[in-house]
């Protein structure tokens, strides 16, 4: 806690709205986080995890266990995903239990591709586009969607036509 403590307090006293705690890899430091945010009670944020297959965050955690602490307090205004491959969302959102009527849920995954130090980015050239993803997040309940690592602009703008496209309304419907 005491590192983020400093950074939280610098970012609301800067007048910072909303504080995103993201790509987080633990259970214990998204309640860690949200045991600091205590300390600062008008600020809000939101609580995004890392995970690395479609149950876990990169720790190991079960994410619909990492996320409690979030769904408990009343200043985080959204759990979810980011940083993490858009083939296993799908799944990670079908285990997230949410009162939409209280907390949002926020995913913002990466390209799909992985990784290491040898070859850096790379992947098998099977990659779907992420905005073919799209359609299935928000029927499983995700209303703030965005992109992470290697998503660029350009996914970012098939993106937001996707989101549009499902809140269309028929010709002539006022």
Known sequence: MAW???????????????????TIPALKEGQALV?????????????SYACKDHQQTHHGDRIVDAIQPGLMSDQVVAVGVNCTAPEVVEK???????????????????SGEVWTAEKRWHN??????IEDYIQTWMKCGAN???????????????????????????????
């Open 4 to 22: 983020h403590r400093p950074r939280i307090k610098a970012l609301v006293d800067a007048g910072v709205d909303l504080l995103a705690f993201e």
């Open 35 to 47: 045991n600091v945010l205590k300390e600062f009670p008008r600020a809000k944020a939101w609580l």
């Open 92 to 110: 990670l959102l079908e285990s997230i239990k949410v009162d939409s009527a209280t907390k949002n849920i926020v995913v913002y995954a990466n």
């Open 124 to 129: 098998d050239g099977n990659l779907k586009p």
């Open 144 to 174: 703030w969607i965005g992109g992470c690592c290697r998503i660029t602009t350009d996914d970012i703008k098939k993106i937001r036509n996707e989101v549009d496209s499902r809140f269309q309304l028929p010709i002539g419907v006022v």
